[in-house]
């Protein structure tokens, strides 16, 4: 019986900063799962390779000249078969990413997060999601925080077992599988496990709407 070959987890770029390539090439060269299959320079370029090269992610730049990320975000998410989206910026910009995560985005990070890309790309490729912990201010600065949406947070944060609030608050502050895991003394199967029961029961998807939902509630 032979082994399975496993394959690499395929990467588009689209940015318009020839650095950011040559940075996120040196990156990936330190792992064998990740590889940069092709990179465009603007947003308008991204569907059509995307339909030639079929990547798994799409590393995507918020400001570009035609158009810009969230715009080129929304079109790739309305694909048939879509790859999950992650947005980079180096811009600390108010509204972005709400706006990136409304679009479809799977997660958001900072370039400035450096290897932190790695886990990245892998947490979102395997659908967890992402989002630095850089972006969580931003995040709860932009969220709609009515009466009636914190107390419908409220109770359905109360349908959580007191484990599955603990890592819904985590996740709310930006901590990643493996420091959740660390905090709480459990593994990371363990933690996975308890991400998608609490998705499961609030009934929302991606690390950045239970971060939304630990905000409203008052866990974060």
């Not at 689209?14 to 996120?24: L, R």
């Not at 339909?51 to 990320?69: I, S």
């Not at 450096?114 to 990245?120: D, F, K, L, Q, V």
């Not at 709860?140 to 484990?163: K, N, V, Y």
Request: aromatic share 4%; net charge negative.
């Amino acid at each position: 019986m032979t082994d399975v070959e496993v394959q690499p987890i395929r990467v588009l770029l689209v940015d318009d900063d020839p650095f950011v390539y040559s940075a996120m090439e040196l990156i990936f060269s330190t792992v064998d799962d990740i590889q940069i299959v092709s990179a465009v320079s603007d947003g308008d370029q991204a569907v059509a390779a995307v339909q030639r090269h079929f990547p798994d992610v799409v590393l995507l730049d918020v400001r570009m000249a035609r158009l810009d990320g969230i715009a080129a975000t929304k079109a790739l998410c309305a694909l048939p078969n879509p790859p999950r989206v992650l947005v980079m910026t180096t811009f600390d910009m108010d509204d972005v990413v709400m706006r990136a995560i409304d679009a479809g985005a799977a997660g958001f990070m900072l370039k400035t997060s450096g290897s932190e890309i790695i886990t990245a790309v892998r947490n979102v490729h395997a659908g967890a999601g992402v989002l630095s912990p850089q972006s969580v201010p931003q995040v709860f600065a932009q969220i709609g925080d009515t009466g009636a949406e914190r107390a419908a947070a409220r109770a359905a944060i109360a349908a959580l077992t007191d484990r599955e609030r603990d890592v819904v608050r985590l996740v709310g502050e930006g901590l990643s599988n493996q420091q959740i895991g660390a905090a709480l003394y459990v593994g990371e199967a363990t933690v996975k496990s308890h991400l998608s029961s609490a998705q499961r029961k609030l009934g929302v998807e991606g690390r950045v709407r239970l971060a939304v939902v630990a905000s409203r509630a008052g866990l974060a």
